[in-house]
Nanobody
C-alpha cells in the first residue's frame, strides 16, 4: 500500500508559477508510474502529466511547454513545476501512483488533492 500527500497549491496570478509536490510513503519500491491529474467540480478527472520510474514523461497537450513533471526517487517525491499559469488551469490537482502487486495486477492510489487557483 502507498500513501500520497500533495502540497504546494495556492492562489497565483495569471502568468505566475507554482510547484506542486507529492510525497509517497509505504511500498514505494513497487511504484511503476506516477502522475498528476486535475479535476473541476462536476467534471471528470483529467490527465496532466505522468512519469515512469525510469523518468519518461508524458504531458497533456494543454500543458506542454508550461508544466514540467519530475521525480526524486531517493526522496520518494514527485513534483509538478507549473509556469505561465492560466485561469483555465484552476482545478484541484491530484497525485496518482500505479503499482503492480505480486500477481502483476495494477493497483492505483490517489492523494487527497491540492487546490490551484489562477486569477486573471
Amino acid at each position: 500500500q502507498v500513501q500520497l500527500v500533495e502540497s504546494g497549491g495556492g492562489l497565483v496570478q495569471a502568468g505566475g508559477s507554482l510547484r506542486l509536490s507529492c510525497a509517497a510513503s509505504g511500498s514505494t519500491g513497487s511504484i511503476r508510474m506516477m502522475g498528476w491529474y486535475r479535476q473541476a467540480p462536476g467534471k471528470q478527472r483529467d490527465l496532466v502529466a505522468t512519469i515512469t520510474s525510469g523518468g519518461s514523461a508524458n504531458y497533456a497537450d494543454s500543458v506542454k511547454g508550461r508544466f514540467t513533471i519530475s521525480r526524486d526517487n531517493a526522496k520518494n517525491t514527485m513534483y509538478l513545476q507549473m509556469n505561465s499559469l492560466k485561469p483555465e488551469d484552476t482545478d484541484v490537482y491530484y497525485c496518482n501512483a500505479v503499482l503492480r502487486n505480486s500477481l502483476g495486477d495494477p493497483l492505483e492510489y490517489w492523494g487527497q488533492g491540492t487546490q490551484v487557483t489562477v486569477s486573471s
